[in-house]
């Protein structure tokens, strides 16, 4: 039996907020040099400053400058650093509390190894050359030094605008791993044919397949080669563009439900203006060339009208 197939995933966005006046007070302290707190109702200092005093429930208002040099009151090693973390060698996540402050703030404090770490040590801020207003103008925290270096420079007026937006890169990386009927799809694409699956009990074909037939869970036990032709049931112009697209807007994503199969699947219809793509319209599908193949579904580039009649209603209305 053929081993199945598993690939590496990352699925990516950029996270675009509004800051608001506290966090953003907060960050354009820090583009400027500075670390901002605020004082509670009950006079307390919370570095980062909450939105919403936690008593009151009033917006916080009352901005405090605290020190840049603080004391540890907790930390964990971090001795293999992953993708994302503030550095990229051995390092100590830690609570710290800034001088002129009563709660601490998370963060990494660059060292050597392990043992340099203690409770109670002394750190500063070490500040990242380039500031943007974001918490990694703070690059680290470091030990305090008696010759510890003076307050960064503030940023230039041009930009000196407080900071109202931030955009945050979200990422998740995940290993897929293919079911046996998926990687059998997966193989006959990166031999130019088309894959599904049958149900034993109810005849439906699948694709791409499923394991079990969601209609009467059976497992579906045999392979089917499907037609490069097939209709389009439903679609959506896409007008918007976006990062990483590569394709010019407008341009039109569909449902093919290819001939012999009982499902439609996504893809690409183009060759075509999108204001001309339509419901029951017969496409077929237009490959890469053979030595751009992989096992992916990527080796359709695309679909293209056949240019025969369009499909009747009747033949496609149970697979919108």
């Known amino acids: 039996m053929a081993r199945t197939l598993s690939a590496p995933v990352t699925v990516a966005f950029d996270y675009t ?46 901005f405090v400058e605290v020190s840049p040099v603080g004391t540890v009151t907790s930390w964990s090693w971090v001795p293999e650093p992953v993708k994302g973390q503030p550095l990229d060698r051995p390092f100590a996540f830690a609570l710290v509390t800034l001088d002129g402050a009563d709660t601490p703030m998370l963060h990494a404090v660059d060292v050597a190894s392990a043992t340099d770490m203690s409770t109670g040590m002394r750190v500063q801020v070490r500040w990242a050359a380039d500031r943007v207003g974001a918490m990694t103008d703070i690059e680290a925290f470091v030990p305090l030094r008696e010759d510890a270096p003076a307050a960064p420079s503030p940023v230039g007026t041009e930009q000196a605008a407080p900071i109202t937006g931030v955009v ?22 990166a031999e130019g044919r088309i894959v599904g699956q049958r149900c034993p009990a109810c005849h439906k074909v699948y694709v791409p397949p499923r394991s079990a037939c969601p209609s009467d869970g059976q497992p579906t036990s045999e392979e089917v080669e499907l037609s490069h032709e097939g209709t389009v049931t439903t679609f959506c112009v896409v007008n918007v563009p976006f990062m990483g697209q590569k394709i010019t807007p407008p341009y039109v994503s569909a449902y093919v439900l290819l001939d012999g199969a009982d499902i439609a ?56």
Do not use: C
């Open 17 to 62: 907020r509004s800051t608001g006046p506290v966090l953003g007070r907060f960050l354009t302290g820090l583009r400027d040099g500075v670390v901002v707190g605020a004082r509670t109702s009950s006079g307390t200092v919370v570095v980062p400053p909450p939105e919403y005093d936690p008593v009151t429930h009033q917006q916080t208002t009352d």
């Open 168 to 189: 945050t890169p979200v990422s998740l990386d995940y290993t897929y791993a293919a079911s046996p009927e998926e990687s059998a799809f997966y193989r006959g694409l």
């Open 265 to 320: 699947f996504l893809h690409l219809i183009l060759d075509i203006p999108a204001d001309e793509v339509r419901m029951g319209m017969r496409v077929k599908a237009v490959w890469k060339p053979e030595d751009e193949w992989g096992t992916t579904i990527e080796n359709i580039s695309h679909f293209s009208p056949t240019g025969d009649p369009d499909a009747d209603y009747e033949t496609y209305k149970n697979h919108l």
